[in-house]
């Protein structure tokens, strides 16, 4: 693997910030000594099994828990009748009628998906708890399931919620430029039928559960658990059981993965609140990978249909248009956002200006969709790249030069897009530069020709993506202008204690993407310590206030969101301890302070000095005869960052919807083995551009994770279902992720685009931006040219589709049509 | 001999003897995790395919989700908690793999680590290839790899700070 | 996910293992565990007693024949015989197959015996065994006797192993004149085989023996050339499965092509 150091955008910054320090969490997770919810345990608790549907949609008739109740061991148990009872239905973003759907801890009433929850047992070991679970008796009364999302949205479709009346969850057209003009200015249009993006997950490693507490004297449920958005996670549960916020506490420490995956958990974590308080006991539930696989999340399917591209001869292409169906499974709970933050990167890396997008979202029968990794961006992003590829091959233009005369410029920067949002910074042109460069681009036809002598068919394919980062929320009004959501924060809390540590607390939920560590590294270089002084706590606690509504770890911000929130409260403890060391050391004021090695000395004098321990000691318990204007420095700092958004317009739904984009440029290189669809990806690079880069190793340690989830996803990785709706790949051995031997030798290089937008330049990168599919459909696409030109419209492409692709080549054309304007 | 649905099982582990009543039903990892309180052994899967449970059962490395914990009657078992000396100091593996930053949210390292011991234990040179092979029963969903073979690599040349 | 209460015993001889298996009618026999552990957690099937072989150390060993063949035990595992130098001597595929099998952890666990036993139709094992005309040693009540590796699969997770029976040795016959050649196509590196072929060639002849695409190893002979190869798989008249890892046409399309890909290696000599 080699890396390309980057020409430098701008000079190194002194200090930690930049230096691949090691990482704080290390310590503890190399030893095992890590704690992760399910190694808390708690006297007399319970563990949790629920029971589930085995149908895709029926009605429940009668559900006996008797049996399972009668079992030596085992505490109580839960159905939707008693949730229905003691709780509200989950707060619905969508516009009527999709608000109407009501959704519960536990099905109420009928069953919408297989392996949806519909009663839990509680008993003494888990072994237990689980023998109980066979003996609850659940009636059903089967319906017909449907199972595509277009089908779905079919007059006489079987329609899941009856609340709503309708499949629908949202529905909404988007325009923006003027897309006739665009016809009218083209000299071809190319029409592709169908693209179709498929469903998976990033399936973390570690499951979703929890250890849930009721306090009776308090009234408050304390959760052990992974959810790894808690702010919101709070305000969809608060609600359902009729609570203030404050009586639940979440607490998190060591989350096994994310990715998305583990945001909407606020239905089973209600069950086990629900369960936790009737029994009396703390209850305990891990999630089975069955159950993660058929019944937690997966990412948003969509289709993109009657796709009209307006191009001239020379490539360049105009805008588009496309009818896009999304498919949120049985109950839409992070949804319907989707529908909008693809416009996130409405044009993807491209500067066409007019376009015309038809978005539905509809409810199917399979498990409810959740933001997993590159959430929605990553869709359309790949949609994007497809269309350039057919373009190209079609217009027999090259995809790389096609690219380079559609790619936004590095001069255009900051660049508006046809909906208002603003790219702050990238060069994608340099990017692929520095990706083609890396796979050897000048000797591809020679490779071509070797591959060719042994039988096989090679080909080469770029996948461009963003990865949007620092969400404004005011997007959701433009869905459903009666939201009452807009902007963004996150909060960090530094604080130097008596004896000169400097404490951190932050407000995000990171699981894996190195909080403790990067955090450390803008506080030391602020404070004039060593990240060794720094003490970031790990984990997150709802307790003690450090964390505020949008808190959590998610889509792409960190780097955004929560290094602001550490600098912003770093600059106050700074400036608190300037303040007291300037009267304490008799200088003129805080600017003739200076913070370094620990201590704050005198500017003029440094050999007059205060150490950080006499500062902590001198606020906290010697505080005698301290005058009046240091009352309010207590050397404990809150700071919650508010990035600077504005509500969208509504209207034209217009406006700046993330504030920062980092680049992902790919290149892939396959080689196909036409006689059985096998290939084989040989060489790989990805090119990252995330603005000024805090830790290098942790960047490119993103970078290969994102990576290989795209491939995964690209060649492995897929949830399919059959007619009845029951998943078929429940499991790893059908649900193939990439093991060791699977990835292929990966070259990475990056740039630095600094943001304008973040203080420290900083941009959010932990989504990636599915690059790898982009990558692989466009090698695979061009390898297969030589037989027959087939086109890939789909994102996964096992090796049995590659071979139909090459069987019958024509049938992927079938749909694709230029025409002269 | 008859069957029975539990018995009273002595493992070795880490070093330690410990002596259970335990059901014939309870797997290995449940036992680890819940019986003795070593909680660093995890369970990512149900199918026996992810490794998050790999431990050496009599120095050979082993997924603990498809053992019984009665099968481990007699045997020497060693887990993450074993690897680090007394002295506070830490594994050249584990050490390489904070070096190296081969773990991010760290739920797939023990099992990993565990895999990489039993490949340094039998095949102090390993080549690339064979690194890879080592750890093909171990997913990790975050690295995807790269910073692990890496580590094992530099763990095995001694490449390690200190 | 977690198994129901079983019973578990652990003999100490072939006899009384064997007496364990007659007598308790829901028994089975566990030796690597790598199968019927996640088959118990699943709760797909659960017996009522484990018969645990682990300290029946005669099953484990691995000897040459008096005439250059394999004596395999039934619980070697596929470690074992990865480094065997018997096996190597012998029958050398067999080494180079079972380091194909999953991954390190299953192969210091699982067992020869366990792979024909559990008879996945997906398994590496039972065409390899067929092709070299391998034979099985069972154990019983009522006494010892052989059955060929050809009539030992009986259909999906079903064997010739009879109640309170237990398979003890895979025999191998010496290569002599033959030469052995293995091919798959499998879902991702080393994982599990979407099709497989095993091919052993002797004398201008080939056994053709195909995994995955039925029951149990289909058996084909033709003449050992790659044509003659190709149209016996394709006159087999095979009904594959149909899954998200392909389709049956996908799949005898493929059972072709590993056949032919098998022979090629055959020839190659391993």
């Known amino acids: 693997m080699t890396t390309t150091a980057p020409e430098q955008v701008e000079a190194p910054q002194k200090g930690f910030a930049g230096e691949s320090i090691p990482r704080k969490e290390d310590r503890r997770l190399v030893q095992g000594q890590g704690v992760f919810f399910d190694d808390v345990k708690r006297h007399g608790m319970g563990y949790v099994h629920f029971v589930r549907s085995p149908y895709a949609h029926a009605g429940i008739v009668s559900i006996d828990v008797s049996a399972a109740e009668a079992v030596e061991g085992v505490y109580g148990t839960l159905i939707g009748e008693e949730v229905a009872a003691l709780t509200d239905p989950f707060f619905e973003m969508s516009t009527p009628p999709g608000n109407e759907i009501r959704d519960y801890a536990l099905a109420v009433g009928k069953v919408r998906f297989a392996g949806e929850p519909v009663a839990a047992v509680v008993a003494e070991t888990r072994e237990l708890a689980r023998d109980a679970a066979e003996l609850v008796e659940v009636e059903y009364e089967p319906l017909e399931p449907v199972v595509d999302a277009v089908a779905a949205l079919e007059p006489g479709a079987p329609v899941l919620h009856e609340e709503a009346g309708t499949n629908v969850v949202w529905s909404g057209t988007f325009e923006w430029g003027d897309y006739d003009e665009a016809l009218a200015e083209a000299d071809r249009i190319v029409r592709i039928d169908r693209l179709y993006f498929h469903r998976f997950s990033s399936t973390p490693l570690e499951c979703a559960g929890a250890l849930v507490e009721y306090d009776r004297g308090t009234e408050q449920w304390t959760l052990h658990c992974n959810h790894q958005m808690p702010g919101i996670g709070i305000v969809w549960m608060a609600p359902a059981l009729r609570v203030g916020t404050d009586k639940l506490r979440i607490v998190t420490q060591d989350i096994g993965g994310g990715f998305g995956n583990k945001i909407t958990l606020h239905p089973y974590f209600v069950a086990l609140c629900l369960l936790a308080r009737k029994l009396h006991r703390p209850v305990q539930w891990t999630e089975w990978r069955t159950d993660q696989h058929t019944a937690n999340t997966h990412g948003n399917e969509r289709t993109f249909l009657d796709v009209e591209v307006p191009v001239r001869s020379d490539g360049t292409m105009l805008g588009f248009k496309v009818k896009a169906v999304d498919d949120a499974g049985a109950f839409p709970r992070y949804e319907p956002l989707g529908c909008i933050i693809w416009a996130q990167v409405t044009p993807g890396c491209y500067r066409w200006r007019h376009v015309r997008v038809d978005f539905t979202q509809a409810c199917t029968n399979k498990s409810p969709t ?18 350039i590829d057919v373009v190209a091959s079609e217009l027999g233009l090259d995809p790389v030069e096609v690219r380079k005369r559609n790619y936004i410029r590095a001069d255009e920067m900051p660049y508006e897009t046809p909906n208002g949002c603003v790219y702050d910074s990238g060069d994608y042109a340099r990017c692929l530069d520095i990706a083609l460069d890396l796979v050897g681009y000048d000797s591809l036809e020679e490779r071509r020709r070797d591959a060719e002598s042994r039988g096989k068919l090679l080909g080469l394919g770029i996948g461009s993506t963003l990865d949007s980062g620092t969400n404004n929320f005011g997007q959701s009004q433009l869905l459903n202008p009666e939201l009452q959501f807009s902007g963004n924060n996150e909060v960090a809390t530094v604080r130097l204690d008596i004896f000169g540590e400097i404490v951190v607390t932050l407000g995000t939920t990171p699981q894996g993407q190195s909080h403790e560590t990067v955090a450390s590294q803008v506080v030391a270089d602020l404070l004039g310590v060593t990240p060794n002084d720094v003490h970031v706590r790990a984990g997150h606690d709802s307790y003690w206030n450090s964390h505020a509504g949008f808190s959590g770890t998610y889509a792409s911000q960190f780097a955004v969101t929560g290094l602001e929130a550490v600098r912003g409260a770093t600059l106050a403890l700074a400036d608190q301890i300037r303040r007291l060391a300037a ?8 600017d003739d302070i200076v913070l370094e090695e620990s201590m704050a000395k005198r500017r003029d004098m440094p050999e007059a000095a205060l150490p950080f321990m006499a500062c902590g000691a001198i606020i906290n318990v010697n505080n005698a005869g301290l005058p009046p204007e240091l009352d309010d420095v207590t050397l404990n700092c809150r700071y919650v960052y508010r990035p600077p958004f504005e509500v969208p317009d509504i209207e034209r739904k217009f406006g700046n919807l993330t504030l920062t984009y980092a680049t992902q440029i790919h290149a892939c290189v396959v080689e196909v083995d036409p006689e059985t669809g096998v290939y084989e990806i040989v060489d790989y690079a990805a090119v990252d551009d995330c603005g000024t880069r805090i830790h290098p190793q942790i960047v490119e340690g993103q970078v290969h994770g994102a990576t290989a989830h795209a491939l995964g996803a690209a060649m492995f990785e897929t949830f399919p279902y059959d007619e009845n709706g029951m998943l078929l790949a429940s499991n790893f051995y059908d649900y193939h992720v990439p093991h060791a031997l699977d990835m292929p030798p990966l070259k990475t290089g990056f740039i630095e685009s600094p943001s304008p937008f973040s203080s420290l330049g900083t941009k959010g990168m932990g989504e990636g931006g599915g690059a790898g599919i982009h990558a692989v459909c466009a090698a695979l696409q061009d390898a297969l040219r030589p037989v027959g030109s087939p086109i890939v419209t789909e994102s996964h492409n096992p090796y049995h589709r590659v071979w139909e692709l090459i069987r019958d080549p024509a049938a992927s054309r079938a749909g694709i049509e230029v025409s002269g304007a | 001999m008859e069957p029975v649905t539990s018995m009273r099982v002595t493992v070795t582990v880490n070093g330690e003897s410990h002596e259970r009543e335990v059901a014939a039903r309870r797997l290995l990892v449940h036992f680890l995790r819940d019986d003795l309180d070593l909680t660093g052994t995890h369970v990512g899967c149900d199918t026996g395919n992810c490794g998050a449970c790999t431990v050496l059962v009599n120095g050979a490395a082993v997924k603990s989700c498809m053992l019984l914990a009665v099968q481990a009657h007699g045997a020497s078992i060693e887990t993450v908690e074993s690897l680090a000396p007394a002295n506070g100091g830490l594994h050249p593996l584990q050490q390489a793999f904070s070096d190296r930053h081969a773990l991010q949210c760290g739920y797939c390292t023990p099992g990993m680590l565990m895999s990489a011991k039993h490949l340094l234990d039998h095949n102090p040179e390993p080549t690339e290839n064979e690194i890879r092979r080592a750890i093909q029963g171990n997913i990790c969903r975050c690295t995807g790899y790269v910073n692990i073979v890496e580590a094992i690599a530099a763990a ?3 490449e390690v700070s200190a | 996910m977690l198994l129901s209460e079983v019973g578990y015993a652990r003999p100490t001889s072939v006899d009384e293992a064997v007496r364990l298996l007659a007598e308790n009618d829901g028994a089975r026999a566990l030796a690597g565990g790598q199968t019927i552990v996640n088959v118990m957690k699943a709760r797909a099937a659960a017996p009522d007693v484990l018969v645990d072989l682990a300290d029946l150390a005669e099953l484990r060993t691995i000897a040459a024949t008096a005439d250059g063949g394999l004596d395999l035990g039934a619980l070697a595992t596929y470690a074992q015989m990865i480094t065997s130098a018997e096996v190597k001597a012998a029958r050398p595929l067999i080494a180079d197959v079972a380091a194909q099998i999953a991954d390190v952890q299953v192969r210091n666990r699982g067992t020869v015996g366990g792979n024909v036993c559990s008879n996945d139709p997906t398994n590496h094992l039972p065409p390899l065994f067929v092709a070299m005309g391998a034979a099985m040693t069972l154990v019983g009540p009522d006494g010892e006797r052989t059955v060929r590796a050809e009539e030992f699969f009986l259909g999906v997770y079903m064997t010739a192993v009879g109640p309170g029976e237990l398979l003890t040795r895979i025999v191998v016959p010496p290569a002599g004149e033959a030469r052995d050649g293995f091919d798959a196509v499998t879902i991702g590196a080393d994982g599990t085989c979407i099709v497989n072929a095993a091919v052993t060639e002797a004398g201008g002849q080939a056994r053709i023996v195909l995994g995955c695409v ?57």
């Open chain 1, 370 to 387: 959740a933001p997993n990794r590159g959430y929605s961006r990553m869709q359309q992003l790949w949609f994007t790249e497809r269309v």
């Open chain 1, 583 to 590: 009267i304490i050391l008799g200088a003129g004021g805080p």
């Open chain 2, 156 to 158: 095995a040349k001694g």
């Open chain 3, 214 to 270: 039925a029951a149990t190893p289909v058996l084909l002979t033709a003449a050992a050339d790659e044509d003659s190869v190709r149209e016996a798989v394709r006159g087999a008249d095979l009904d594959p499965p149909s899954d998200l890892h392909g389709t049956a046409e996908y799949r005898r399309h493929l059972a072709e092509v590993v056949a032919a890909r098998a022979l090629a290696a055959a020839r190659e000599g391993s």
